[in-house]
C-alpha cells in the first residue's frame, strides 16, 4: 500500500516537529519555573518543556516547537517595572504546559504581544496552584487586577530568616532500648519522608547529611537535582534526594554574595534541615562544648532543598512560592519554611496543605512585644521557641573575692583573661559616642544596655565586642535583662576575647564594685555545662514573637513552641549554636515526619491537632511554664499556643480535631483576599468556628456558642470526660460532657458556650477545655476578651 503525497508532508512534518522539539528541551536547562530577569529588559525566555507526545500535539502544547529560546530585547524603562505576583487560584487547565499557556495569553492581552509577555514572567506557578509573577507597570498591575479570572495582584517582597541536648529534652532519645515502643522506633526513625526545606540551601558534605545505609530514593519522588557552581550531580544523594534554586527578584549584589545553585553559603538552610532530619552523628560540638549526639527530629527521612534565601537571609517572596509549587509536585510530605511570610505566601501554602503536606513555619522574632507573630493562616503550623534544660554557666570572679555567674559559649581564647586577672572597666552604655577613644588593652569591658523611650533595654553587644577586639582588650561582659540570646557571645566579634552575659540584677553588683574599687579586676573562666532538671525548662524565649494576631484575632497564634534557643546543627563541615524561632520550626517539622511515617494517612489539620492537645504546659519541675521578657511571666497561648511540644504524646493523642480543607478554602476568600476577585460566601462566620484545637474570642459582649468536632484516633471503645477550665470573666460551659466512642461512631460534636460575667473593657483572659479518658488528655487552650457591650456606648 503506498501514501499520498499529503500524507507524506504530514509525516515529514511530524519528524520535523519531533526533531525541533527534541532540540529545544535539550537546550532547555536550569529551574522549572525559568530563569531571573535582568533589570526587567535582557531576559532568557526558556523553551516549554517537552515530549515526543507534545510535539506531535500542538494543541496539547503549543508552545512546544513554535517557541525557540532566545533573548527578548524589550523596549521598556525598566525602573519604571516591578516584580508582581499574580494568583489565579486552582489549576484549571490540566497539564502544566497548559497553564503556561494560559498565562501567557493573559499577559498577551495586557502587554500586545506575546514576546513580551514572556520576557516580562519571572515564574510560572503551575503545579500546586495557579498564578505567575511578571515584571510589570503599577499600572500594568492595576489593570490586571481588574481581569475577572485574577484573584489577587500582589507586589513582590524580600523577607528575611528569622541539637545534641534538645531532642534528649523532647523525650526522643535515639539509643533508646530495642524493646521501646517510642515514636523514632515506630516510624522507623522517618524512613523515606520526605522534608521540603525552603531556606538558604545546603551544604551536603556535612557529615549530619550522610547516606550512608540509605535504600533507594522513594519512587515516588518527581523532583530533580539542579546543577550550578560548587553543585554537581554527585551532591545529590540518598540522603539529598533533590536541589533546587530561585534568583528572581533578589538583587544583584546579594545574589554575587551567593553562589548560584543550592549551595549554603550562609549556613541557616543547612542548620534548619540538619536539626529537621540530620543523620546520626556522633561526637559532635561546638569547639568541645556541648559535645554528644546530633541527628535531626528524624534522622532518617529524606531532604528536598529548594534554594530561595540569599546573601544574609534575603527571601522573595515570588521565589519562594515558586519553590512551594515545585515542592507540590515533586511530592514532598513536610514542607519547612524557616521566614517571615504573612499573607503573600498564604495561598502558596493552602494549596500544599489541600495536598495532604503539613506546612510549618515560623512565628517571628520580635518578642516579647504581643501582636508581633507572623505566618499566621490557620492551615500552617506557627511555631514559637523555647528554651531547654541546659545552661552554660560562666564564673566571672572579682578583685574582692565576689564570684556570680554569667552565661556564655567562652571556650578559650588567646587574649582572653584566663586564670588570671585583668582590668576591669565599667562602662555606661558602651555606644560609638561613649567609646570613642577608650583605651582597652588588656581589660574587660563592662556594659550595661541603654534604654529607648518605652523604657526597654537596647543592646549594644555587637559594636561592644567589636570595640574591644580590636581594641586589644581581653574581654567583655555585657548586662541585659535575658541571656536568652547567648549564641551572640560566640560571634565574629567575641573570637580571642572571652564574651559573657549576666541579667540586670547580677550586672548591678559588677557595676557597684567597679564603681568603688579604685582599681577594679576581674577574670572570666571557660564556659561549663549544666542540663537537666537543674535547669527550669522548658522556658518561651523572650525573643519568640507572641501574640494575639492582629488581622486574626479569632486565631491563636502562635500554636506551639519548640526549642530553638542555643541549638546546636549543622553548619558548613561543623557545628554551631543558633538562636531563633528559625530554629524551633525545624524541631516541629521532624517531629511532622515522625508522625507521617505512624500515621501515613492523617491529614495536616489532624497531625496540628495531635501535636497542638498533647504539649506541654508545665516544666521539668512541674511548674507551670514561664515566659521570659520584661518582666517574666507565666506563659499563656500567646505565648505558646497549646504549649511546649510532646513528641511521644502527639504520636496517640486519642482525639482530633479535623478539618475539612473547604472550610480553610472559604476562609481564604472572606479574609485574605476579601478586597479582590475572589468569591465570598456571605455567611461566612466568624474565624473562631473553625474547627481549630483552640478557641479565640476578641470580642465577647454576649452570650455565644461555639462548636467543635473530634475524631477518635485511638482505641474504638473510648469515653472522654469534660474537663473546663474557664477563663478569668467568662462563665464557659461544654455540652454535652461526656463523649462516648466505639467502632461504628468515631466522630461527635461539642458546643462551647461562652458568656461575659464582667461589664468592661478587659485585656484576655485563658482557660482551656480538656477531654480526659484515664491518663490520656485532650487539651485545647481558649482566650477571651470581653468588650463593652453595645448600649454602654449610648448612656450619658
Not at 495569553?105 to 502587554?111: N, R, V
Not at 540569599?310 to 512551594?324: D, E, H, Q
Not at 503573600?344 to 503536606?357: D, N, R, T
Amino acid at each position: 500500500m503506498g501514501f499520498s503525497s499529503s500524507s507524506r508532508r504530514s509525516r515529514v512534518a511530524s519528524v520535523l516537529q519531533l526533531c525541533l522539539c527534541m532540540l529545544l528541551c535539550r537546550v532547555q536547562g536550569g529551574s522549572s519555573h525559568g530563569q531571573p530577569l535582568e533589570e526587567g529588559i535582557n531576559t532568557l525566555v526558556p523553551a516549554p518543556s517537552c515530549s515526543a507526545r507534545d510535539s506531535l500535539d500542538k494543541d496539547f502544547h503549543p508552545d512546544c516547537w513554535d517557541q525557540p529560546t532566545k533573548t527578548i530585547t524589550a523596549k521598556r524603562d525598566p525602573s519604571s517595572y516591578e516584580l508582581y505576583i499574580v494568583y489565579l487560584g486552582e489549576v484549571k487547565h490540566g497539564h502544566p504546559n497548559h497553564v503556561v499557556a494560559s498565562h501567557h495569553d493573559m499577559l498577551t492581552t495586557l502587554l500586545g504581544s506575546k514576546e513580551e509577555s514572556m520576557a516580562s514572567v519571572a515564574y510560572n506557578y503551575k503545579h500546586g496552584f495557579s498564578g505567575f509573577a511578571a515584571m510589570l507597570t503599577p499600572e500594568q498591575a492595576k489593570q490586571l487586577a481588574e481581569v475577572p479570572e485574577v484573584i489577587s495582584v500582589e507586589k513582590n517582597k524580600i523577607h528575611t530568616t528569622a541539637t545534641t541536648r534538645s531532642w534528649d529534652f523532647l523525650g526522643l532519645n535515639y539509643q533508646m532500648t530495642s524493646t521501646s515502643n517510642g515514636l523514632l522506633k515506630g516510624s522507623k526513625y522517618g524512613e523515606d519522608v520526605i522534608i521540603g526545606v525552603v531556606d538558604t540551601g545546603i551544604w551536603p558534605e556535612s557529615r549530619s547529611f550522610s547516606d550512608e545505609g540509605y535504600g533507594p530514593i522513594p519512587s515516588r519522588w518527581k523532583g530533580k537535582c539542579q546543577l550550578g557552581p560548587d553543585w554537581g550531580s554527585n551532591n545529590c544523594s540518598r540522603k539529598i534526594i533533590g536541589a533546587r534554586f530561585y534568583t528572581a527578584g533578589v538583587s544583584d549584589m546579594l545574589l554575587k554574595m551567593d553562589t548560584l545553585s543550592p549551595r549554603d553559603n550562609n549556613g541557616h538552610g543547612t542548620h534548619c534541615a540538619s536539626t529537621a532530619a540530620g543523620s546520626i552523628v556522633e561526637a559532635a560540638s561546638f569547639n568541645g562544648l556541648a559535645e554528644g549526639v546530633a541527628r535531626g527530629g528524624a534522622p532518617r527521612a529524606r531532604i528536598a532543598v529548594y534554594k530561595s534565601g540569599w546573601g544574609s537571609g534575603s527571601f522573595s517572596i515570588a521565589s519562594v512560592l515558586a519553590a512551594i509549587d515545585d515542592a507540590i509536585h515533586d511530592g514532598v510530605d513536610v514542607l519547612s519554611l524557616s521566614i517571615t511570610g504573612e499573607e503573600q505566601l498564604a495561598f502558596g501554602a493552602l494549596h500544599a496543605v489541600q495536598k495532604g503536606i503539613t506546612v510549618v513555619y515560623i512565628a517571628g522574632n520580635d518578642g516579647p512585644r504581643p501582636q508581633t507573630v507572623v505566618n499566621i493562616s490557620p492551615w500552617v503550623i506557627t511555631v514559637a521557641a523555647s528554651k531547654v534544660d541546659r545552661s552554660f554557666p560562666t564564673v566571672i570572679t572579682l578583685g574582692n573575692k565576689q564570684q556570680i555567674v554569667g552565661q556564655s559559649l567562652y571556650y578559650q581564647a588567646k587574649n582572653s583573661s584566663g586564670s588570671s586577672f585583668a582590668g576591669l572597666l565599667v562602662g555606661a552604655g558602651c555606644t560609638a559616642d561613649r567609646l570613642n577613644g577608650t583605651d582597652v588593652r588588656g581589660i574587660i569591658l563592662f556594659c550595661l544596655p541603654l534604654k529607648d523611650d518605652a523604657g526597654t533595654p537596647v543592646s549594644t553587644f555587637d559594636y561592644a565586642s567589636q570595640y574591644v577586639r580590636s581594641g586589644g582588650g581581653c574581654g567583655l561582659i555585657f548586662a541585659q535583662y535575658t541571656t536568652d540570646l547567648l549564641t551572640m557571645t560566640a560571634s565574629v566579634a567575641c573570637q580571642g576575647i572571652a564574651c559573657v552575659l549576666v541579667d540586670l540584677d547580677t550586672g548591678e553588683k559588677i557595676r557597684k564594685y567597679g564603681g568603688v574599687a579604685g582599681s577594679a579586676v576581674a577574670k572570666i573562666e571557660p564556659a561549663h555545662i549544666v542540663a537537666g532538671k537543674e535547669i527550669p525548662g522548658p522556658k518561651v524565649a523572650a525573643f519568640s514573637s507572641r501574640g494575639p494576631s492582629r488581622h486574626y484575632p479569632d486565631i491563636i497564634k502562635p500554636d506551639i513552641a519548640a526549642p530553638g534557643a542555643n541549638i546546636l546543627a549543622a553548619v558548613g563541615n561543623s557545628y554551631e549554636f543558633k538562636d531563633g524561632t528559625s530554629m524551633a520550626a525545624p524541631h516541629v517539622s521532624g517531629i511532622v515526619a515522625l508522625l507521617k511515617a505512624e500515621h501515613p494517612h492523617w491529614s495536616p489539620a489532624a497531625i496540628k491537632s495531635a501535636i497542638m492537645t498533647t504539649a506541654r504546659v508545665t516544666d521539668n519541675r512541674g511548674m507551670p511554664i514561664l515566659a521570659e521578657g520584661l518582666p517574666r511571666k507565666i506563659a499563656d497561648p500567646f505565648d505558646y499556643g497549646g504549649g511546649n511540644i510532646n513528641p511521644t504524646g502527639a504520636a496517640d493523642p486519642g482525639l482530633v480535631y479535623d478539618i475539612d480543607p473547604r472550610d480553610y478554602n472559604k476562609f481564604f476568600r472572606c479574609t485574605i483576599v476579601r478586597r479582590t476577585n475572589a468569591s465570598c460566601d456571605a455567611t461566612m462566620l466568624p474565624a473562631y468556628h473553625l474547627n481549630l484545637p483552640s478557641i479565640a474570642v476578641s470580642e465577647l459582649r454576649r452570650p455565644i456558642t461555639v462548636w467543635r468536632t473530634v475524631t477518635n484516633v485511638g482505641e474504638a471503645d473510648s469515653v472522654y470526660h469534660a474537663e473546663v477550665q474557664s477563663p478569668a470573666g467568662v462563665m464557659m460551659e461544654v455540652e454535652p460532657t461526656v463523649l462516648v466512642f466505639n467502632a461504628t461512631d468515631r466522630v461527635h460534636s461539642f458546643k462551647v458556650k461562652l458568656a461575659p460575667m464582667w461589664r468592661l473593657q478587659g485585656d484576655y483572659t485563658f482557660g482551656s477545655i480538656t477531654w480526659r479518658k484515664d491518663q490520656k488528655t485532650v487539651r485545647i487552650p481558649v482566650a477571651a476578651r470581653m468588650t463593652i457591650q453595645d448600649f454602654y456606648a449610648d448612656v450619658a
